[in-house]
């Protein structure tokens, strides 16, 4: 690989070193004398256990086992949780260890709190990729292959803070408006708003995905885009082109604001493949000049030049845990890189055509490439090996991952798919008419949206597949469709109107057939009435039958009743005739039995006393037929009585007979007339049921129109909105005109505020240069004393030497002396020894003796070649007086020629500061129309957000 380093030696190294160190993984990356070597030992002991002591060991340790996992120690550490092991040497994916802290997997880890940070993530990623090494030196274990989780769920990895990023009062007039549409070659969806941009001419164009409505207009003067993306944060919009081998440009947007934030390159070729880093620091580009770049988005500034692709650069992505970019070329060659480095990491080979389009998955584990081959390859990070790939067209154009870990990809087949993870078709919307060329999943994976070689851009619900609109890249003016909306606008106030109209009616209606219902119920409450009335005088007359009947039955028995006493007392007579009748037969008997006892008597007297006693009881007789005679008379009398007493009681009966006639009578009078009350009755109460029927149906009906009616109205509303909206949008286009203008102002002014500036700042050099001067007098004076110092010095030289040389020549003396008393002791110990050869004593005591003589000779003749010097310091001292003089002289003139050149710098600082206003006047001048234009901006935003409709 040749890599070519292009940053400037001052800023540069210290600027990657910073950052890469800032991020906590210079371990890792720096120093790289031995590259991979370096890299690949991430251990245990050294990088990864200093990161779960902060964050894991609380809960995970020997005595606390969470989960029943320690992670204190490395062995403790490879045993695993209690759902087995924690992790798979060279395969983070598969690992559980790194899923809990990526928040890729439950339990998130650590338990309710924010993720750990992400560089300390990417080092347990490396440690797990590298082969688990438990410390410096160790050996990594052996992966056991590529073990990919194509089904992972991801959700909500890298969502902003905040408020998602959607276009606020963007420009909604489009940059032009063409006869055709072009090619959709460029497409993107924000990650985490409703939102898409599309390439059109001469701009690009934010589209609401929910809606399908035009949310924004980034003019884009440098032609077409090529590319387009959205940051991860979904707050940045980048696009790429330029054309042909003239420009190439890279402009980046503010997505809220519509405001350019960054804009790079100026002499390169065109761009086809772009991308921001997540963290957004860096931009990445290349194009035909088969070079991979990448800048500082903080001052510009090219940081990598990467040369290595053999063809035009098509396609490129940063990881989005911002640590890789893969790029992809022409001629099939695809690259991961590390991107703060622009270090090759993996050289992924495979592809036979043209690679199309780069996405990486949500955790970073994963690269999809589409080719021109029609082959759709998932890479494998770690490895860098192929863990998937299949034929999803006949050429693939594109392929884009939703957070999910579904694909949607798009061909020359006409045809956009959605894949799952593993790539098992899912989806096969209906086909374009021409080639489809970009395709992608709206941020919430719910829909996608793509294009084709005719310009036709269409968004599918991925749920059913139905088609829910279309984005135009050729949208028309704001006039032509204010002209539409207004018509619709009319023709909804109109369906309004009548709608209006038939409430009013249903309305009325419904009043007349309330008032029917309440005369209804009026009429049947008088109707009840007077059934009650006759039911009651029937009542009355059924009684007055009863009571006539029971008259009879009283009559009758009256009467029954005299016949009875009647009869009994005409029996009684009748009986007392028939007594009187016998007592007189029986009176004649004892009338007749008298007579014959007188007649006997007159012959016998002994028959007196029975005369006597006959005709006492002929008296007797007589007497008792006298008395039943009365009796009899009495009872005849009674008799004749109750006779003449019948006739009351059959009077008596014939009156209540002909009572009951009567009563017959007037109850059957009554009968028709409760006949006529109850059918009268029966049919008001029809009548009040069918009024009530009547009413409901014209109150139901009033209740439809009514609904109808505030429904139109309600699409009125929402119409008339949508053409204040428009109205306003076309205000706007002023606000954005006068914004123009204001950079063009504001520009102005910084030009002429720079003469100013550049004035301000000579004038501060001059006076920085004159207290400089200041200072060379100062220390020009400080010189002619220290020169002074040294002539009073070099006076006294003379005399030091000459003390000096004294002092020398007695020390040499002195040591001269006690070398000659050596060498004699010497001399003398060695005469002795020769006559005592044996004395091993004296052999040494010379041996010493000469020792002594020798250091003692050195001495003195150091002694010596010192007193010989101090005679020459003497010289030294007396030539070294006039040259003290000179230098006081040469200070004293030099400190003279410094004076001056102050006072010089202090005239030129004076003249400097003098000028300041001058060159500052034309911006001070200026300044009115700089503040006028703001004004003017202000203003009319203010009027454009009082023509804004508020939203419904
Ligand atoms: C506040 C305590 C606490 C902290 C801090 C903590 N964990 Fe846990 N961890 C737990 C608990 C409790 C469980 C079991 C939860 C469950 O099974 O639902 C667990 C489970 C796990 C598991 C799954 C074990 C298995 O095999 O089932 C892993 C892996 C894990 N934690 C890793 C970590 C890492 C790595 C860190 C540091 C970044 C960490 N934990 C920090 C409490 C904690």
């Not at 695993?80 to 060279?90: L, N, T």
């Not at 005369?519 to 039958?545: F, V, W």
């Not at 002929?618 to 008395?627: I, S, V």
């Not at 009951?660 to 009350?677: D, G, I, N, R, T």
Request: aromatic fraction near 4%; proline fraction near 4%; include cysteine.
């Amino acid at each position: 690989m040749e890599h070519q380093d292009t940053k400037t030696p001052s800023s540069s190294p210290l600027k990657i070193f910073s950052t890469v160190f800032s991020l906590g993984l210079w371990v890792l990356v720096f120093p790289s004398s031995s590259g991979a070597q370096q890299e690949a030992a991430v251990n245990y002991s050294e990088h990864v256990l200093p990161i779960l002591t902060t964050h894991c060991l609380g809960c995970h340790n020997a005595d606390k086992k969470k989960g029943d996992l320690d992670l204190s120690s490395y062995s403790a550490a490879m045993a695993g949780g209690g759902s087995g092991e924690s992790a798979v040497a060279g395969d983070s994916g598969a690992s559980t260890l790194y899923k809990v802290i990526a928040h890729l997997a439950d339990p998130k880890m650590p338990p309710k709190k924010a993720k750990i940070p992400d560089a300390e993530i990417a080092v347990i990623r490396k440690w797990i990729d590298g082969g688990l090494i438990d410390a410096p030196g160790g050996k990594a274990k052996k992966s056991k292959g590529p073990k990919v989780d194509l089904t992972l769920n991801v959700s909500t990895t890298g969502k902003p803070a905040g408020p998602v990023a959607m276009p606020e009062d963007l420009l909604l007039e489009p940059a032009i408006h063409t006869v055709r549409a072009e090619a959709v070659i460029a497409l993107a969806a924000s990650p985490w708003a409703p939102l898409a941009a599309v390439a059109g001419q001469h701009q690009v164009l934010l589209y609401n995905t929910d809606t399908l409505e035009l949310s924004g207009v980034l003019p884009y003067p440098e032609r077409r885009p090529a590319v387009l993306r959205f940051s991860r944060s979904g707050s940045l919009l980048l696009a790429g082109g330029g054309h042909g081998a003239k420009l190439g440009r890279v402009v980046v947007w503010d997505v809220r604001t519509g405001d350019r934030v960054f804009e790079i390159g100026e002499e390169f070729d065109q761009v086809l493949a772009a991308d921001l880093s997540p963290d957004q620091t860096h931009v990445a580009l290349g194009g035909p000049g088969k070079l991979v770049k990448i800048y500082s988005t903080k001052d510009g500034e090219l940081l990598h030049s990467i040369k290595k692709h053999t063809d035009w650069v098509t396609a490129m992505e940063f990881s989005p845990d911002g640590l890789y970019l893969a790029t992809g070329d022409r001629a099939g060659g695809l690259h991961v890189w590390e991107a703060k480095t622009g270090h090759i990491h993996h050289s992924l080979n495979g592809h036979k055509g043209a690679i199309t389009d780069l996405s990486w998955r949500a955790d970073s584990t994963l690269v999809a490439s589409a080719s021109e081959d029609g082959q759709v390859f998932l890479w494998e990070l770690a490895n860098g090996t192929k863990v998937k790939s299949w034929q999803a067209h006949p050429a693939a154009a594109a392929v884009k991952y939703s957070r999910d870990g579904r694909l949607v990809t798009c061909g020359r087949d006409m045809l956009t798919r959605v894949w799952d993870g593993a790539g098992t078709k899912l989806k096969d919307f209906e086909a374009f008419t021409d080639l489809a060329l970009r395709a992608t999943f709206s941020h919430d994976g719910a829909r996608v949206i793509a294009g084709d070689w005719t310009g036709e851009i269409r968004v599918w619900d991925v749920a059913d597949g139905r088609r829910v609109g279309q984005l135009d890249t050729n949208p028309p003016s704001l006039a032509d469709r204010l002209a539409v909306e207004i018509k619709a606008l009319e023709e909804t106030r109109a369906a309004a109107a009548k709608r209006g109209a038939e409430q009013k009616a249903a309305g009325a209606a419904a009043a007349l057939a309330l008032d029917a219902l309440s005369a209804a119920h009026r009429k049947t409450s008088e109707s009840q009435t007077a059934l009650t009335a006759a039911e009651a005088k029937l009542a009355d007359a059924d009684k007055a039958l009863l009571g006539a009947a029971q008259g009879i039955k009283d009559a009758q028995a009256a009467l029954a009743a005299r016949q009875a006493e009647a009869a009994q007392k005409a029996q009684l007579a009748k009986d007392g005739g028939a007594a009187l009748q016998k007592t007189k037969e029986e009176l004649k008997k004892a009338q007749d039995a008298a007579a014959e006892l007188l007649k006997q008597g007159e012959s016998d007297p002994s028959k007196a006393k029975d005369l006597e006693a006959a005709q006492k009881a002929a008296a007797d007789k007589a007497a008792e037929l006298a008395r039943m005679s009365d009796a009899l008379l009495r009872t005849r009398t009674d008799a004749d009585l109750a006779a003449n007493a019948m006739g009351p009681a059959q009077k008596g009966l014939a009156d209540a007979q002909a009572a009951q006639k009567q009563a017959e009578e007037s109850k059957a009078a009554q009968q028709p007339a409760l006949a006529l009350v109850r059918q009268e009755s029966v049919q008001t109460q029809t009548r009040a049921t069918e009024a009530r029927k009547a009413a409901d149906t014209a109150t139901a009906a009033q209740a439809q129109t009514k609904k109808a009616s505030g429904e139109a109205e309600a699409l009125v509303v929402r119409q008339q909105a949508r053409v204040d909206g428009l109205k306003a949008a076309q205000f706007n286009v002023q606000v954005y005109a006068a914004k123009a203008e204001l950079a063009n102002v504001q520009a102005e002014y910084d030009a002429l505020g720079a003469k100013g500036e550049d004035a301000r700042r000579a004038a501060g050099d001059a006076e920085a240069k004159a207290k400089a001067g200041d200072q060379a007098v100062e220390a020009a004076q400080a010189g002619i004393q220290k020169a002074e110092a040294a002539v009073v010095e070099a006076k006294a030289g003379p005399a030091k030497a000459q003390a000096a040389l004294e002092a020398a020549k007695k020390a040499e003396a002195l040591k001269l002396k006690r070398l000659e008393a050596a060498l004699l002791l010497w001399q003398n110990l060695k005469d002795d020894a020769a006559e005592a050869k044996d004395d091993a004593t004296l052999a040494q005591a010379v041996a010493r003796a000469k020792e002594a003589c020798d250091l003692l000779q050195k001495d003195a003749d150091l002694a010596v070649v010192q007193t010989i010097a101090r005679e020459h310091g003497i010289e030294k001292a007396k030539t070294a007086i006039p040259a003290a003089e000179a230098e006081l002289a040469r200070t004293r003139s030099e400190a003279l020629s410094t004076a001056s050149q102050a006072a010089a710098l202090h005239a030129a600082a004076a003249e400097a500061a003098k000028k300041i206003p001058a060159e500052r006047a034309p911006a001070e001048a200026f300044k009115p129309r700089l503040d006028a234009a703001k004004a003017k901006v202000d203003a009319l935003r203010a009027e454009y957000l009082k023509l804004k409709p508020r939203p419904i």
